[in-house]
């Protein structure tokens, strides 16, 4: 069984950043990819990065890139996402995921999913 919970959202203006921290339990999560999905309202979810087992690999949605930063803590079972330079269209839930799935995009590769943190920037 693993478990995540996310943490770390919030309110923030355009322009700032804040750190998103995902917390696993589960002997397994340390061989298993860990990714970051958002949903903002009225549409679906979307993959924003993800990075494998080892922390070797990581991936970014194009909208993101050079702005948001994955790593992960297998010591602490934990996984991060450092986001900069924050927009509007940042706006939305963030979920964390884990699962066999390398750098896969699409969500149903991966098994295990948090509650969400919401985050959200004003302009």
């Known amino acids: 069984q693993v478990l995540l919970v996310e943490s770390g959202g919030g309110l923030v203006q355009a322009g700032g950043s804040l750190r998103l921290s995902c917390a696993g339990s589960?002997?397994?999560?340390?061989?298993?990819?860990m990714a970051w999905f958002r949903q903002a309202p009225g549409k679906e979810r979307e993959f924003v990065a993800a990075?494998?087992?080892?922390?070797?690999?990581?991936s970014y949605t194009d909208s993101v890139k050079g702005r948001f930063t994955i790593s992960r803590d297998n010591a602490k079972k934990t996984l991060y996402l450092q986001m900069s330079s924050l927009k509007p269209e940042d706006t939305a839930v963030y979920y964390c995921?884990?699962?066999?799935?390398?750098?896969?995009?699409?969500?149903?590769?991966?098994?295990?999913w948090g509650q969400g943190t919401q985050v959200t920037v004003s302009s």
């Open positions: 589960g002997r397994t999560i340390r061989s298993l990819s």
């Open positions: 990075i494998t087992w080892s922390g070797g690999g990581t």
């Open positions: 995921a884990a699962g066999d799935a390398g750098l896969e995009t699409v969500r149903a590769l991966y098994d295990y």
